[in-house]
């Protein structure tokens, strides 16, 4: 005992850098740990195995699959969101674009069809036919949203849509689960800290009675690895509050701030991915939207077929049956594709109407504990082995630079 006293009297500095250097350790490997669950966005190195890709990039499509299945089973539906849109609202607030566009469609497709016919016929006649055509144009809105809303998940896909706006918008991902996450990042930073100051203590007492030069790199080794580990465990368990020591109160941190955190993803969520733009988008061009495009084609042609019957006969004379048809077919076309630049007029109302943003957080807040644990968890979990092994494995090798270092300053 007396050497041993002696020796930490004359070598104090050596044991108080200890508890230190094992607090800078538990940091740095936290940090290193965060940052490798993020970055790269793409794989640096020479794949398969040579090199590293940020876990949440790297596992996107299953990380955007996961937080999509629960939010489509559990916060919000389709038929949910479009059954908050009024029709007619709808056909007003598109009213002005859509009529411009109808009438350039009907001229444009009328001369391309049929050279000199159109300019043939007395303006007035043209003008009947546009106004009658456009007169309808209401119309045509109001039983095209019928039919969506009747058959919504025949021309959208919620879940397509937001997996591939997250896989394609890697950066995006990471904001998701970084601004969630965010104090249990700055917890996991800080824990580093003080679980690394705490085994540094003891680390110093070992080192003052066996003095072996294994200490120093098996101290590092459980530094890097104990503190990952606890770090993690600590955010999500236990799920429900526990007592411990008889004083000490503790649940996981990320959720015992479910409010927050719901309140955080669900006004990302609806800013960034479920917005009125990306539905309509997702509508008119997704894999579903053959079905959307049927219905416009029934719909116009219907119209035109009733609308133009003071001259359809002319028409159908002047370029054949099989040509009107595909006349018919023409407009539909181009109604479709002057549909993504007209449903922009209709963002702001929408964005209002659907109210995503409160439906998401309130319906996440009334989560279960299990449920709302599967947001985030994925993240962590997902290869988190890997992030324990390499704060583990550069904790080892920190010990033995301080080996290296406390021998050449006793010696």
């Not at 009747?150 to 998701?176: E, G, H, P």
């Not at 503190?227 to 526990?242: S, V, Y």
Request: charged share 25%; with cysteine.
């Amino acid at each position: 005992m007396e050497e041993i006293l002696r020796n930490v009297g004359e070598y104090w500095y050596v044991y108080a850098s200890m508890p230190l250097l094992a607090a800078l350790i538990g940091y740095v490997t936290k940090i290193l740990a965060i940052e490798m669950m993020f970055k790269p966005l793409e794989f640096v190195g020479k794949p398969p195995f040579l090199g590293w890709q940020g876990i949440v990039p790297r596992r996107a499509a299953r990380m955007a699959s996961i937080a999509c299945d629960t939010m489509t089973t559990k916060l919000i539906s389709p038929s949910e969101i479009f059954g908050r849109l009024d029709a007619d609202r709808v056909a007003k607030e598109i009213e002005k674009p859509l009529l411009d566009n109808i009438e350039d469609i009907t001229r444009h497709v009328a001369t391309q069809f049929q050279p000199g016919l159109w300019e043939s016929m007395p303006e007035t006649v043209r003008s009947l036919v546009i106004a009658r055509v456009q007169r309808q144009a209401p119309k045509i809105v109001q039983n095209i949203m019928a039919a969506v809303k009747d058959d919504i998940d025949s021309v959208f896909d919620l879940k397509d849509m937001i997996v591939t706006n997250l896989v394609r918008d890697k950066a995006l991902l990471n904001r998701i689960f970084r601004e969630a996450g965010d104090e249990e990042f700055a917890f996991i930073r800080r824990s580093g800290i003080y679980f690394g100051a705490a085994i540094g203590v003891i680390q110093a007492v070992a080192w003052a009675v066996f003095r072996s030069p294994l200490i120093m790199p098996l101290f590092g080794l459980v530094t890097g690895w104990f503190t990952d580990w606890l770090a993690l465990k600590m955010i999500f368990n236990p799920k429900q509050p526990k007592r411990y020591l008889g004083f000490f109160e503790w649940q996981g941190l990320f959720l015992k701030r479910r409010r927050e955190v719901a309140a955080a993803y669900g006004a990302l969520i609806a800013k960034e991915i479920i917005t009125p733009h990306n539905i309509i988008q997702a509508v008119l061009r997704g894999p579903t939207s053959d079905k959307l495009y049927a219905m416009v084609q029934k719909e116009v042609q219907s119209v035109l077929d009733a609308q133009t019957g003071i001259v359809r006969p002319i028409v159908v004379f002047a370029v054949g049956s099989t040509r009107y048809q595909e006349m018919k077919r023409a407009v539909s076309t181009q109604v479709m594709e002057a549909l993504p630049e007209t449903m922009l007029y209709v963002e702001d109302y929408a964005e209002d109407a659907m109210d995503i943003r409160n439906t998401l957080v309130t319906k996440m807040q009334e989560l279960t504990t299990e449920e709302f644990e599967e947001l985030l968890r994925p993240a962590f979990e997902q290869d988190e082995w890997i992030l324990i092994a390499v704060g583990a494995t550069l904790g080892f090798l920190v010990g033995e630079l301080q080996l290296l270092l406390v021998e050449s300053l006793t010696h």
